[in-house]
């Protein structure tokens, strides 16, 4: 059968992007060729203008601090103000230029760099009374107000390695097979309405919160205003920004389960809470009301990475595909089946979870 271009075109804008997300449960590490060659066989899902990586658990040796990514436009005076904003906050441990090997799909507009840093418990107090209130606070300052600065990654243990190029050359150019993590999130885009840089490419980040997502947020604005009454600030220029903020919101400051928080972003319809029992829809009731500035509307498939394990779920009709996979202590989230069964040829389980469902990964105690 022949297909005109219009619906091939037409195909792929309602596909988007690709996403992939796995767990070992008992925290047994992996290297990134896995997750590399199950990302770039998805690569009818992107369009070569952004694709990334997160990683958890390959910094053991700096485990107990705080991993800043950033993209510096050169290392003169944004480095200069990052410095001094670090150094005001705490200690600098350790700083270098992040190692890359040069492709020919991707132009290094950015230069990126790391450090492993620890705020000083003698700054804490009032509203900064955690090294993660801190954290959150320079991130916000550097990406609002440092010109030619922006901390792309900011947890512990953890890095996001990301840039504008196809998920292969992005891989390469960051030597992804170089690390091992227990837990790895890839995304492959294809930006709709905003703008394919390397701050708009996924996974979004802070702290241990890593967010890919395929689909478009369209409560964006309702979201963002509400996020950023706590604190926040949006200046990455993409929808997906405000879904590592509401995390981090609703799971570190608010302290909602896993469960919860997926409950109060893409919660059952009315009609569907007035046909629950009793308890349950006063329950549902109840976080729609608290947190109804905090639904998320659209169509959205969506995996994160936290520091307990993985979050997977869609939105309420599910208009963006999420295929689950398990094998013993293992776990895939992912937009394709074929992407799971590339990084794990032996997987037991594969299934379809229903919309709004959390699929969540935990650690084995």
Not at 95 to 119: A, D
Not at 143 to 169: C, L, Q, R
Not at 248 to 271: C, N, Y
Request: with cysteine; proline share 5%; aromatic share 12%.
């Amino acid at each position: 059968m022949l297909l005109s271009r219009s619906y091939l075109s037409i195909s792929r804008v309602i596909k988007m992007c690709g996403i992939i997300g796995f767990i070992d449960r008992t925290k047994s590490r992996m290297d990134g060729s896995g997750i590399k060659a199950a990302l770039s066989l998805m690569n009818e899902r992107g369009s070569g203008d952004g694709a990334g990586y997160a990683a958890y658990g390959i910094y053991p040796e700096y485990a107990d601090y705080y991993a800043l990514h950033v993209f510096f436009d050169n290392l003169a005076e944004p480095k200069k103000k990052v410095d001094e904003l670090l150094q005001q906050w705490g200690e600098i441990v350790h700083q270098e230029e992040i190692p890359t090997t040069p492709q020919p799909g991707i132009r290094k507009v950015h230069i990126p760099w790391r450090y492993f840093f620890k705020p000083s418990e003698d700054l804490m107090a009032g509203r900064m009374n955690s090294e993660n209130d801190v954290v959150t606070y320079i991130v916000m300052e550097v990406n609002a107000n440092v010109k030619g600065a922006t901390i792309f990654s900011s947890g512990k243990n953890m890095g996001v390695f990301k840039a504008s190029g196809w998920p292969e050359d992005v891989a390469n150019f960051y030597r992804i097979e170089d690390y091992k993590g227990y837990i790895w999130l890839a995304h492959n885009r294809y930006p709709t309405n905003s703008p394919g840089w390397w701050g708009g490419a996924h996974p979004f980040n802070l702290l241990n919160w890593s967010v890919v997502h395929n689909g478009e947020i369209t409560s964006y604005g309702t979201n963002q205003r509400y996020v950023e009454g706590y604190g926040y600030k949006c200046t990455l220029f993409t929808d997906t920004e405000v879904v590592a903020y509401l995390f981090d919101l609703l799971g570190r400051q608010h302290e909602l389960s896993h469960e919860m928080i997926v409950r109060a972003l893409a919660p059952p319809f009315w009609d569907d809470i007035d046909r629950m029992p009793e308890k349950e829809a006063e329950l549902n009731k109840a976080v729609r009301l608290t947190y109804g500035s905090a639904l998320m509307n659209g169509p959205f498939a969506i995996v994160v990475g936290t520091d307990e394990g993985i979050v997977g779920f869609t939105d309420r009709i599910k208009l963006r595909p999420l295929v689950v996979g398990e094998n013993g202590s293992k776990l895939y989230i992912s937009s394709e089946e074929a992407a799971i069964r590339t990084l794990d040829p032996e997987v037991k389980s594969i299934y379809t979870p229903r919309a709004g469902e959390p699929i969540i990964g935990r650690f084995i105690e």
